[in-house]
């Protein structure tokens, strides 16, 4: 392959699946399967992130119950049998189903797992297709936002291209479904407000869930990992054809060519914050260079109960968001140091525990 990928990520949106919502069409995926197997014909690992299991279940569910979202999870858990199946026809080598959660990625040791799993299927030139556990997501508003899974997937996965495959041919300039005049951008090296301004969301009724906005976030969290991002239109067999050929034929979102450490992109863009520290305004300005001084005597406040090795949120007292950082001290253990009011207790206790949080596990909030 000309674009010299080692691993690839392939995303494959809900209308790829199931186009009409009578269960799964190979319509689609036949173009998409041979694109898989060239791939790793040509030595490219291929990860595939498959949307399409609450269309697929969908026609087993009577009309007036499928805005309801425990249905949703039901259609979901009926299609996804259904879904399996079908990719698992068109290859003949082995596939193995990977159902996770947002949640899952959130915590360290299952992200590892994950990752561990997913690297060993590789090894066994096993096909994993990942989607998002619906059953068990406990977001109230909505089922699954596999665009962003995609992204957490692809820099788990230490990918080197996410390759997202939707029904459109790329990002426009504005919903090219509602604007006849639409413009396709066929790059973007730096994703800013006005990149999120041009996306809309998923047609109303339609079969996609997420729309553009969940694809750029997903390419925003690719391109900072080093990933070379893609939305392409699956569709079309000369998309993967082209991608073949090292051409783009949709939107390539350049990766970053300083790219974030895995834990330190994970901690920024997987982990959950479990509490806050708020710090003084005036407090060293740059925390990410000398994270190692932030002292108990900074801190104004504790939010929040968190444990030790847990993600947390440090924040300016003006409430601007400084840093995400692994907290070498529980919220417990803050508490009681900032309960004694005795600078030369804190001091002495910081000098034999070590550090508050450290410049290893740092990452740093400036764009939000
Ligand atoms: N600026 C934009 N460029 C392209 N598509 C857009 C834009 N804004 C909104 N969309 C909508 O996003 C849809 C693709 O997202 P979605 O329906 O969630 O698909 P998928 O199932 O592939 O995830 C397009 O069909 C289009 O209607
Ligand atoms: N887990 C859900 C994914 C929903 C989703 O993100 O769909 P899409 O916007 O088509 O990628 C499903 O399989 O239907």
């Known amino acids: 392959m000309s674009h010299n990928w080692k691993r690839v990520v392939v995303k494959v949106g809900s209308a790829l699946i199931s186009p009409n919502k009578i269960g799964c069409s190979s319509h689609y995926l036949l173009s998409i399967a041979q694109f898989i197997v060239k791939c790793r014909a040509m030595g490219t690992q291929v990860v595939l992130v ?3 299991s609450v269309a697929a279940g969908a026609h087993q569910f009577s009309d007036h119950e499928k805005s309801e979202i425990a249905v949703k999870k039901a259609m979901a858990a009926a299609g996804q049998t259904e879904m399996i199946a079908t990719w698992d026809r068109l290859f003949d080598f082995p596939s193995a189903q990977i159902l996770l959660t947002h949640a899952d990625l959130r915590d360290r040791e299952r992200y590892i797992s994950i990752r561990e799993t997913i690297f060993s299927l590789l090894e066994h030139e096993i096909l994993p297709i990942i989607n998002e556990n ?5 977001d109230k508003l909505k089922v699954g936002d596999n665009d962003n899974l995609s992204a957490m997937v692809a820099a788990a996965a230490d990918a080197d291209a996410l390759i997202i495959c939707s029904d459109v041919n790329g990002l426009y300039d504005k919903n090219p479904n509602e604007h006849d005049d639409a413009e396709l951008l066929s790059w973007v090296d730096n994703i800013d407000q006005s990149i999120y301004d041009m996306a809309g969301g998923a047609v109303e009724g339609g079969v996609g869930t997420g729309g553009m906005r969940t694809k750029i976030e997903a ?11 893609f939305i392409v ?4 067999e000369t998309t993967f054809n082209q991608l073949l050929e090292g051409q783009n034929p949709g939107t390539h979102f350049q990766a970053h060519d300083k790219p974030m ?3 330190i992109h994970w901690m920024r863009h997987t982990s959950n914050a479990q509490g806050e520290v708020i710090v003084e305004s005036d407090f060293a300005a740059s925390l990410e260079n000398e994270a190692e001084q932030l002292t108990s005597s900074e801190i104004i406040a504790v939010k929040g109960e968190f444990s030790v090795g847990d993600t947390i949120l440090v924040r300016k007292d003006d ?4 840093v995400k950082a692994r907290s070498n001290y529980s919220s417990c253990l803050l508490n009681f140091i900032a309960k004694q009011d005795n600078e030369e207790f804190a001091q002495e206790f910081e000098k034999k525990t070590g550090p508050i949080i450290s410049n290893k596990h740092i990452a740093n909030l400036e764009k939000e």
């Open 50 to 52: 498959s949307s399409g």
């Open 134 to 138: 619906d059953t068990v997501t406990t």
């Open 219 to 229: 390419a925003e969290k690719a391109v900072s990992h080093g990933i070379d991002t």
């Open 233 to 236: 239109n699956g569709f079309t």
């Open 261 to 263: 450490k895995e834990n």
């Open 319 to 322: 409430g601007t968001k400084l």
